[in-house]
């Protein structure tokens, strides 16, 4: 069964405190691994797509690699601003459906 | 212009009723999906929808149905209402992998 696993659950950081966000898959002939945020109340946002191992994308503070088993999410100096669930997916099954996993709930304190 | 659009925001119903939630996306995309999205923050496919196909997840109970009336319509019934169905839902639309995610409806059973 085609998983995608997320840790830390949660995550608190103080402002200015790098750290990496890990996502593990156990996905057959990965199709890409995708990166979103979520807000409270809203719906996910699209970060990054990684098609190959050691590729990288990066969006301002956040930058996204991937290995042959995992991919990581590096937050550098962060805002409280970056404070949201982030979540990562992998294709799965026909028809373009996503495997999501449980998020990393990321505060970052002023 | 909201790009993928649900309605009512909010819905709180009584065990046993029926009740739809309406997405619309405006942005030409060729597949629409519905995800539920748990206490625990878990995102889990629902249901795939193109104009050619319809996938359902085999755990959806069969009192949940999708309807199409179009390109860019994908409405959630859902019958017979049980608590645990309490949830937020979300609908979601991509044309290739990238997905754009509407904001949320919270169902609550009483």
């Known amino acids: 069964e085609d998983q995608v696993t997320q840790s830390p659950e949660a995550l608190r950081l103080q402002e200015g405190e790098s750290s990496s966000l890990n996502c593990s898959y156990t996905?057959?002939?990965?199709?890409?691994l995708f990166w979103y945020r979520q807000d409270p109340g809203k719906g996910p946002e699209f970060l990054f797509t990684?098609?190959?191992a050691g590729e990288e994308k990066e969006k301002e503070r956040l930058k996204a690699t991937l290995t042959k088993k995992e991919s990581f999410l590096h937050i550098t100096a962060p805002k409280p601003e970056d404070s949201a669930t982030y979540l990562c997916?992998?294709?799965?099954?026909?028809?373009?459906?996503?495997?999501f996993g449980s998020g990393t709930q990321l505060t970052v304190l002023p | 212009d909201t790009a993928v659009s649900q309605t009512p925001k909010y819905l709180v119903t009584q065990m046993g009723n029926d009740k739809s939630i309406k997405c619309e996306q405006n942005?030409?995309?060729?597949?629409m999906y519905w995800y539920k999205q748990d206490s625990k923050k878990f995102l889990k496919i629902m249901f795939s929808?193109?104009?050619?196909?319809?996938?359902i997840n085999e755990t959806v109970p069969n009192r949940f149905s999708p309807k199409s009336p179009d390109k860019a319509h994908l409405n959630l019934h859902i019958n017979s209402l049980e608590l645990g169905d309490s949830a937020v839902y979300f609908c979601?639309?991509?044309?290739?992998?990238?997905?754009?995610f509407g904001s949320g409806t919270r169902l609550t059973v009483v």
């Open positions: 979601a639309s991509s044309q290739e992998w990238g997905y754009t």
């Open positions: 929808y193109n104009n050619k196909e319809l996938i």
């Open positions: 996905v057959s002939g990965l199709r890409g």
């Open positions: 997916a992998a294709p799965s099954g026909s028809a373009r459906q996503l495997t």
């Open positions: 942005l030409g995309h060729d597949t």
């Open positions: 990684l098609y190959s």
